[in-house]
């Protein structure tokens, strides 16, 4: 109940191109969905995140998709550029209780330039 | 402002030796936690703190502990080092209410054990 799965495990796009990286998770007492970045040999940071409210987010080039009946989101990244090229991570937390966020395998993006 | 800050950037150890990671922030957020991260595996919670004086397992807690005596600090001992405890291990924080799920997190410590 506490898993959350993430797909797929690697992705390369073109640049100009469209990533997408799923997301599912069980457990309906989430109520927070980050998306984290990651570069080798730093710690992850914060990209975007969304709460089970709204059905979408977009900041700049980074969009979130939320389904919450289907207990699903998804990360859109438009016009994908080789700076991009990192490991992502979903995420969930529960705000009221925020202290156990349970994070996805990630997926390692790579942008072709 | 350094945000969190983790040390030693490298370590290796020999089986059966004992260390600490240092993590302190100065972000004067409540909650602490450590993470191991091991290739293909993401991100799993070892141990956690809503404050100082209070600490609580997470997903992976054998072999290692913390303390939490003071808000900024959350050391991780690991004792008696084992091959399974080579990762990297990243130190995090958060703040209150709405913004406990917005994760700063360290640049990483990589253990090896050999």
């Known amino acids: 109940q506490q898993q959350v799965k993430q797909s797929p495990q690697s992705l390369i796009v073109q640049k100009g191109g469209i990533s997408i990286i799923n997301c599912a998770y069980e457990n309906t007492a989430f109520d927070y969905f980050p998306w984290y970045q990651q570069f080798p040999g730093k710690g992850p940071a914060l990209l975007i995140a969304i709460r089970p409210d709204v059905s979408e987010k977009k900041e700049g080039r980074f969009t979130i998709s939320f389904n919450k009946s289907a207990k699903q989101f998804s990360l859109h990244i438009m016009d994908s550029q080789p700076g991009d090229s990192a490991t992502y991570f979903c995420?969930?937390?529960?705000?009221?209780?925020?202290?156990?966020?349970?994070f996805g395998a990630g997926t390692r993006l790579f942008v072709k330039a | 402002n350094a945000g969190v800050t983790q040390t030693p950037k490298f370590r290796i150890l020999k089986i059966g030796q004992s260390m600490t990671l240092q993590c302190t922030q100065d972000?004067?957020?409540?909650?602490m936690y450590w993470y191991r991260q091991d290739p293909g595996m993401g991100l799993k919670l070892i141990y956690y703190s809503v404050g100082a004086g209070i600490t609580d397992k997470g997903e992976v807690p054998n072999g290692y502990n913390v303390s939490r005596s003071t808000t900024e600090d959350f050391p991780l001992r690991l004792e008696l080092a084992a091959p399974s405890q080579t990762s990297v291990y990243f130190c995090?924080?958060?703040?209150?209410?709405?913004?406990?799920?917005?994760?700063?997190f360290g640049e990483g410590s990589r253990l090896t054990v050999l």
């Open positions: 972000m004067n957020h409540n909650y």
């Open positions: 995420a969930a937390s529960r705000n009221t209780g925020g202290f156990k966020t349970i």
């Open positions: 995090a924080s958060s703040g209150r209410g709405q913004r406990t799920g917005e994760l700063f």
